[in-house]
């Protein structure tokens, strides 16, 4: 069992949305447990204060460090669990950091609000910076669910199917194809006939070619990050060298158009 502590002000946000579905059901089987830890729990103020004005002035308030330490250490006793504070300053979470935390027994993941966090405390406790994007939200627990969810779907047992982890966009890399599902005709739109041969070795290059393609089409940042040198057949070399083409030919055309 992987167990997740999420410090936050709002544990019942936290807990509501992860919940249901697949995380639900993987709680409920003991795959992964969601601790969410109240930080105003640990506040030594009468009133329940968790935060305070900044040194230095400046807009908006500050958590302080002392209720966040005490949280942390209320989950993590005298030993030094991995702790994720979610921050547009951090490094951006990418499915490959996904499946490194994903080797955790344990994880802590700090969600700040207001200006954010004591710089004191971050530096205490605090072992990894991540962001899910170049913008700003009002606090760290929606990207907290994400991480949960990105890192609970690659833990065994968790999907019904675990081989479905192993095809997903950007598992290898690359996006993930194109996917149909019945009728075989829908408003106009036919599912390719390869995929309706029966022949898996042809269903395979189809899959890979269109997943080449529409990495290049929709992500070509990515691409350019691909090792092409890891394709260590003559056929699969071929396979990337028929997309690119063929990507070449539809950008050709749509230009025309």
């Known amino acids: 069992m ?22 639900g059901r993987a709680a409920e089987k003991n795959l992964i447990s969601i601790d969410a830890v109240n ?15 900044t040194y230095g002035g400046g807009a908006g308030m500050l958590m ?26 951090g490094e951006p979470f990418t499915q490959k950091k996904a499946k490194e935390l994903s080797g955790e027994e344990e994880l802590v993941l700090l969600c700040g609000h207001y200006e954010g966090i004591d710089e004191r405390v971050l530096e205490e406790v605090v072992t990894d910076y991540i962001s899910i994007g170049d913008y700003v939200l009002t606090g760290g627990e929606l990207p907290a669910m994400v991480m949960i969810d990105s890192i609970s779907r690659l833990l065994p047992g968790v999907l019904n199917n675990d081989v479905s982890a192993e095809y997903e966009s950007f598992q ?21 006939p390869v995929l309706l041969s029966g022949h898996h070795g042809n269903v395979d290059d189809w899959r890979k070619k269109e997943s080449y393609k529409r990495t290049m089409r929709r992500r070509p940042d990515m691409f350019a990050k691909f090792d092409e040198s890891q394709l260590t057949t003559k056929h699969d070399r071929k396979i990337l060298q028929q997309a690119k083409e063929e990507l070449r030919q539809e950008q050709e055309s749509a230009e025309e158009a």
């Not at 997740?4 to 509501?16: G, K, N, R, S, W």
């Not at 302080?64 to 300053?89: F, N, W």
């Open 172 to 192: 290898d890399g690359l996006l993930e194809y194109p996917q149909y599902s019945r009728p075989e005709v829908w408003h106009g739109r036919a599912v390719p």
């Open 2 to 23: 992987m167990k997740f502590h999420i410090l936050t002000l709002f544990p019942e946000m936290v807990q509501q949305g992860l919940a249901t579905s697949i995380l």
């Open 39 to 53: 930080i105003r729990d640990y506040t030594q103020d009468k009133h329940g204060k968790v935060d305070d004005y």
């Open 64 to 89: 302080q460090a002392q209720p966040v330490y005490d949280a942390y250490r209320s989950v993590a006793g005298e030993k030094k669990i991995r702790c994720v504070y979610l921050t547009p300053q």
